[in-house]
């Protein structure tokens, strides 16, 4: 199970459109949107009617319009935990939102931590106390650019748990 994983796209819609384009010609299986869409306008590009797959988001810090966010993506939570393929993932936008316990519940650790909000890029997997294999961590960095001057994303395979970076062209 193929997965794209998109964050901090703050309403740069251009790469935002090809990031999604992106995941099309990939034929990803569900998208992870780790927060910080910013306007309801641009979380347009991402809402159940316009892409025909399996959406999980989170709010970010910078999501100010809520109600207008939740109008548009009416799954958008907090924080998510979902089981996919015979992995556990939780994602939330900041890892310093997540509780010890929502790593790893009951003592188990989950198979992958999806994250954004630094916009710095995060592809690394270690295993946690009570863990048996490995945990990933994965921030797919910036969608927009803004900060670090690259447009990123991620394709995470469930099969393997495993997560390759993607550069999308501004």
Request: glycine share 8%.
């Amino acid at each position: 199970m193929k997965i794209g994983v998109i964050s901090d796209t703050h309403d740069r819609l251009p790469t935002f459109k090809k990031a999604i384009e992106f995941f099309r010609k990939q034929e990803v299986d569900a998208i992870f949107h780790a927060g910080d869409y910013v306007a309801p306008f641009a979380a347009k590009y991402i809402a159940p009617e316009v892409l025909p797959i399996p959406l999980y988001c989170v709010y970010g810090n910078n999501d100010g319009e809520r109600r207008g966010l939740k109008g548009v993506l009416p799954n958008l939570e907090e924080q998510v935990t979902v089981e996919l393929h015979g992995r556990t993932i939780v994602m939330s936008h900041f890892i310093d939102w997540l509780k010890p316990e929502d790593i790893s519940p009951g003592g188990k650790p989950v198979d992958v931590v999806i994250t954004g909000h630094t916009h710095e890029i995060v592809n690394e997997s270690k295993v946690l106390p009570g863990g048996e294999k490995p945990t990933l961590f994965l921030n797919p960095g910036e969608c927009c650019g803004w900060l670090t001057g690259r447009c990123t994303v991620a394709i995470l395979d469930l099969e393997t748990v495993t997560a390759e970076i993607v550069d999308i062209e501004p």
